[in-house]
């Protein structure tokens, strides 16, 4: 399993987790070798049902806080609303995460080193949004990472994004060269709060690329944050900062007092709603 907005560069080369992203997969691996019975006796977590309510954030004592449940549009929107978000290999009952730390991107405190700024200055990659949400999420689910014999990108998990984005809730950001999708991210957006999910890489530094993108966009938007949920060497390299849980909640709740960009980001006409407004 990888972390979101990880990054994956064109070689396949993974950056490793810090501790704390380090804590949530294995703890998200462990499942694969108990019996859930079992998991359910001895990890102090809560076990959903049809009824659409998740468990306090602060109960989760190692990022671990509940499972079960589906991945219809209210739950998962709930969860992004509560901080949490749901992080699980196939053949697993779906497994709701909220980290502490929480690893956040700055969207005006990028680090972006000089290597990088040549990058963009040439203009190597164009970059859109909204116009290859299928081929960003295809691609980050098809892309191998080293040492790890599958993806937390499941097909449900697929299938539950792409109605996110049929709704307007889920964005993509894509990198292309030479009219080819070679790099991307993509994740959720509440309020003023974007929910990064995971980005790949075909061509050197052309998620990079996108994510600058992204950041830059937001910040006119008058967003302040990116939650990239936990924390690797590469995000914290371009400046990502680990917050204590609670303090990310606090910024959570501000961010979603503000209104939805709802709809798609390719240039067009966006429906921006208050929070609570249902999907549909």
Same mark, same amino acid.
């Given at each position: 399993m990888v972390s979101a907005l990880q990054f994956v560069d064109e070689s396949g080369h993974e950056e490793r987790h810090s501790n704390s992203a380090g804590r949530v997969a294995e703890t998200a691996r462990a499942v694969s070798r108990v019996e859930l019975r079992a998991i359910v006796a001895v990890v102090p977590i809560a076990v959903l049902g049809r009824r659409l309510v998740f468990p306090p954030p602060e109960a989760s004592e190692d990022g671990l806080l509940a499972l079960g449940g589906d991945l219809s549009p209210e739950r998962l929107l709930l969860a992004y609303r509560s901080g949490i978000f749901p992080w699980y290999a196939e053949g697993l009952p779906i497994l709701w995460h909220s980290p502490d730390p929480r690893c956040v991107l700055r969207v005006d405190g990028l680090h972006v080193g000089r290597t990088l700024r040549r990058t963009v200055a040439k203009r190597v990659y164009d970059v859109s949004f909204d116009r290859a949400f299928d081929g960003v999420i295809t691609a980050c689910k098809m892309t191998p990472r080293p040492g790890q014999d599958g993806t937390w990108i499941t097909d449900d998990m697929v299938s539950a994004y792409r109605e996110l984005h049929r709704l307007g809730y889920a964005h993509s950001v894509e990198a292309w060269q030479d009219g080819e999708l070679v790099g991307g991210?993509?994740?959720?957006?509440?309020?003023?709060?974007?929910?990064?999910?995971?980005?790949?890489?075909?061509?050197?530094?052309?998620?990079?690329?996108?994510?600058?993108?992204?950041?830059?966009?937001?910040?006119?938007?008058?967003?302040? =944050?990116?939650? @990239?949920?936990?924390?690797?060497?590469?995000?914290? /390299?371009?400046?990502?900062? *680990?917050?204590?849980? %609670?303090?990310?909640?606090?910024? =959570?709740?501000? @961010?979603?007092?503000?209104?939805?960009?709802?709809? /798609?980001?390719?240039?067009? *006409?966006?429906?921006? %709603?208050?929070?609570?407004?249902?999907?549909?």
């Open positions: 991210l993509y994740g959720v957006s509440l309020g003023t709060m974007f929910f990064g999910e995971s980005m790949f890489s075909w061509r050197p530094s052309a998620s990079k690329v996108a994510l600058i993108r992204l950041a830059s966009r937001l910040a006119e938007w008058g967003f302040r =944050l990116i939650d @990239a949920q936990v924390a690797n060497d590469n995000t914290l /390299s371009m400046g990502a900062e *680990e917050w204590p849980r %609670e303090q990310f909640l606090r910024a =959570l709740r501000e @961010a979603l007092m503000q209104p939805t960009r709802r709809g /798609s980001w390719d240039e067009g *006409e966006l429906k921006v %709603e208050r929070e609570g407004s249902p999907p549909g």
